[in-house]
């Protein structure tokens, strides 16, 4: 049986990875062409993707530090000239303009004492940025890198507090404007977040940044390619016994115009607990502004996989007008799906969850929102999946009839009437895709939109929900021909038609037929 290296879970700094023997998948060959093709860069990823680590690789590859890299990609290719280098990292809690204050003072004061280098007016922070670059070309008569990790941290973690957000903004900004007027003296600058602020954000003064986020060259910077888990894991998982499908289902799908990648952070501890299959990138921290905002935003739940973006809305961010289909890509609940030409020139994004662990753990999240917490859901979501799984379709009429049955009265209080569609449809769809299966809200086809199709591994079901009618759901689904795409699949094909009456706030017809 092979043996693995140690898992560098929580380990960010190279130099230990590499010294300690770690598990490290050699990315130099991108990082190469990164610091070959350009001087300023910024590179989005949702969290836990690798950022930081790749942060601490450049330093120490500024810094010279050669024999770090022996047996890597870049060894021989790069003659690791020394850099004095300018390291910030915002990690840590900064829940108000104090706080961030404080911090980027002690950031400031730590690269002072690491390049000893002094700077007088500490009080001042843009002067103190401003005198520190100078400075510290001045004393090594050297170009300065510039190295900045998790630069919008203190912003979006107080999204649920615009105000400190805003402060926090303008702080940001007032600090990295100062890197463009220190051109003469920086040799590179590299910025990571998990969001890419609008330049009237936060980046105005630095516009000069070249945003390799989505450059296909890039695609697979970060995050682990199949090939790459086949050759560190494979072995392993083949001697026990672990399914390398499920593990794709489970923790594959992110595309950032490179190859399909998994999330390492999910691999490492899904290595490291056993082999087992759980949420682990989405338990870690999951942000529950986001709710607020679909919320807010009046976001139809269905819609949330299968949206079709324009390429600006994935390429910014801005507090003053928070769009819920470019947090939710950018925070890594979406994922690109395909890039569509437009014929008038650019390009649209065809978006989708990436993976089983996202679509399950989110829909739960969404649940909670949509009818409140539920003690009974986990017992709901497993007789829902069984009865899917089996193809019991009269069982399943019954399940969604219990789902139904527990909502609580209070929120049909504070629920449209004229809305009730899309509200039973949004929880409809997210007891689906709890269940792991992949579902489509809102398909659009030549004849019009289906409410929900799923599709499992053996069957594909179509839903049309109708509240408060007389009319067979069924016949809109073979009228509009709505399973025509799928019948070339080789998989019995479902149409579901569900009543709902919104007085009895339930089911009152349920129907269904078997195409095939």
Known sequence: MKKIKKLPIGVQDFAKIRQEDYLYIDKTEYIYKLITSTDYAFLSR???????????????????????????????????????VIHISFSGDMRSVEQLIKRVSQI???????????????????????????????????????????????????????????????????????????????KFAFLTGVTKFSKAGIFSGL???EDITLEPEFGNMLGIMQGELEEHFGELFRDNNVDLEEVREWYNGYNFLGDLVYNPFDLLLFVKKGFRFRSYWFSSGTPKFLVDIIDKGNFYIPEIAGLRVDETLLESFDIDNMRPEAILFQAGYLTLDRMIERPRGGYEFLLRMPNKEVRMALMDVLLDYIEGIRDDREELQDRLTEVINRGDIEALGK????????????????????????????????????TGNVIIGE????????????????????????????????????????????????????????KIGSKERNVVGFEWERMN
């Open 399 to 434: 399940e969604i009839e219990s789902l139904l049955t527990g909502i609580p009265y209070y929120n049909y209080i504070h629920n449209d009437m004229s809305r009730y569609e899309g509200y039973y449809a949004s929880l409809l769809y997210a007891y689906l895709q709890s």
């Open 46 to 84: 949702p969290r836990r993707f690798g950022k930081s680590l790749l942060v601490s690789t450049l330093k120490y590859l500024f810094q010279g530090e050669k024999e770090l890299f022996k047996g890597l990609y870049i060894y021989d290719k790069y003659d690791f000239p020394k850099y004095p």
């Open 443 to 498: 398909e659009v086809t030549s004849r019009g939109r289906a409410d929900l199709t799923m599709i499992t591994k053996d069957k594909i079901y179509i839903f049309e929900i109708k509240v408060d009618t007389k009319e067979s759901p069924i016949k809109q689904i073979k009228e509009r021909q709505y399973y025509k795409k799928y019948e070339n699949q080789n998989k019995p094909i479902y149409l579901v038609g569900i």
């Open 207 to 209: 516009n000069n940044l």
């Open 108 to 186: 400031l004061r730590n690269n002072q004492d690491a390049l000893e280098v002094n700077c007088i007016d500490e009080d001042n922070y843009s002067n103190c940025f401003e005198k520190l670059i100078r400075d510290t070309y001045e004393k090594y008569n050297q170009k300065v890198v510039i190295l900045i990790d998790e630069y919008d941290k203190p912003i979006i973690d107080n999204i649920d507090q615009i105000e400190v957000a805003m402060e926090n903004r303008n702080i940001l900004r007032g600090l990295y404007s100062i890197i463009k007027d220190m051109d003469p003296y920086i």
